[in-house]
């Protein structure tokens, strides 16, 4: 399957609800490696005296980066993925702009997939990380 297809863009910003509702934008796709942006809203905040992105929401838009990165190793619709386990560690305030999340394989093996993913404001030319973390999947290959 092609990765730049309008089918792969479609199915991750339009048919998985959680990206559809955050307005979740598919910046780019390779083997290997996601970028992402996530528009800031009202519905994100989550420290409502600084307007600033709630962490839950940046921890579930990293959890889906990861998740899409391993679905670039995907062959076949039947494969599966499930989180087993996902660690974030907060770096700096996320102000009321869009994030960028960006996702890379670290470790692809016959089970198991880890990512690194890594967050930053729009608009940022340093990029200062808000946030970075790992996340390990359950990969199932089904024939």
Request: with cysteine.
């Amino acid at each position: 399957m092609d990765l730049n297809d309008d089918f792969v863009k479609k199915m991750i910003e339009e048919v998985i609800p959680i990206h559809k509702f955050l307005g979740l934008k598919l910046l780019h796709i390779e083997k290997d490696f996601v970028k992402v942006k996530v528009p800031f809203r009202p519905e994100v905040v989550g420290d409502i005296r600084s307007n600033r992105w709630h962490g839950g929401i940046i921890t579930t838009v990293m959890d889906s980066v990861g998740g899409i990165v391993g679905g670039t190793h995907l062959s076949s619709i039947k494969d599966k993925m499930a989180t087993i386990d996902i660690r974030v560690d907060f770096l700096s305030p996320a102000y009321a702009k869009p994030i960028i999340v960006e996702g890379r394989t670290l470790r692809l093996g016959s089970r198991i997939f880890v990512a690194t993913m890594k967050c930053y404001l729009e608009d940022d030319p340093e990029q200062h990380l808000v946030a970075e973390g790992r996340a390990v999947y359950n990969f199932i290959r089904l024939k």
